[in-house]
């Protein structure tokens, strides 16, 4: 119950492509969704979170859109460029105050030019 | 405002030695985590400090890892002694801490990536 599934495992797109990525959860209680971004031999950068107040947030060219019915979200990015050549996690957080994290594996993005 | 402090970037270890990591957080962060990330997976919690108290230390593999943050400040996480499995990057985050708003984010440091032979 305490596990996030994030799919695919590696997304290849081309420059100027939509690229998205998914992720389901099962604990109903969690209540915050981030979305990290991971260069090699960086530490994750958070890119944008979403509460599950609200179906969809926009931020630039990332928007996540949130089903709470289907207890999914995921992450598009729009006009995809080389630079978003990452490892995407989404992540999810149980209330409290304390925040803990739980990732998932991760989703390895390549954009070709 | 300066980001999450991690030393060293590196460390190769033959195992049952012993290694220690250091995080300096962002200042003003409460809340402060070790992560272990192994290679082609996400983080995963080994320790949540709120200032120099351990709210979870569920997954930490107590028998050969510690960890302290005293004076509620920076931290130090230790593995003695270190075994094959411990190879990974160890990430340390810091966050506001609180229940709402931007209490929430956590920033990460570039972590340690660590290497047992």
């Known amino acids: 119950q305490q596990q996030v599934k994030q799919s695919p495992q590696s997304l290849i797109v081309q420059k100027g492509g939509i690229s998205i990525i998914n992720c389901a959860y099962e604990?109903?209680?969690?209540?915050?969704f981030p979305w990290y971004q991971q260069f090699p031999g960086k530490g994750p950068a958070l890119l944008i979170a979403?509460?599950?107040?609200?179906s969809e947030k926009k931020e630039g060219r990332f928007t996540i859109s949130f089903n709470k019915s289907a207890k999914q979200f995921s992450l598009h990015i729009m006009d995809s460029q080389p630079g978003d050549s990452a490892t995407y996690f989404c992540?999810?957080?149980?209330?409290?105050?304390?925040?803990?994290?739980?990732f998932g594996a991760g989703t390895r993005l390549a954009v070709h030019p | 405002e300066a980001g999450v402090a991690q030393s060293p970037r590196y460390k190769i270890i033959e195992k049952r030695q012993s290694v220690a990591f250091w995080c300096n957080p962002i200042s003003g962060h409460a809340t402060l985590y070790w992560y272990q990330q192994i290679l082609g997976q996400g983080p995963k919690l080994l320790i949540q400090f709120q200032n120099n108290g351990v709210v979870d230390d569920s997954q930490l593999p107590k028998d050969r890892f510690s960890a302290e943050r005293l004076k509620g400040v920076d931290s130090t996480l230790k593995i003695q002694p270190a075994k094959l499995e411990d190879s990974a990057v160890y990430l340390c985050?810091?966050?506001?801490?609180?229940?709402?708003?931007?209490?929430?984010?956590?920033?990460f440091g570039p972590g340690t990536r660590l290497t047992v032979t």
């Open positions: 992540a999810a957080s149980m209330p409290g105050g304390y925040n803990k994290l739980i």
């Open positions: 979403i509460r599950p107040d609200v």
């Open positions: 985050a810091s966050s506001l801490g609180g229940f709402s708003g931007r209490s929430y984010e956590q920033y």
């Open positions: 604990n109903t209680a969690f209540d915050y």
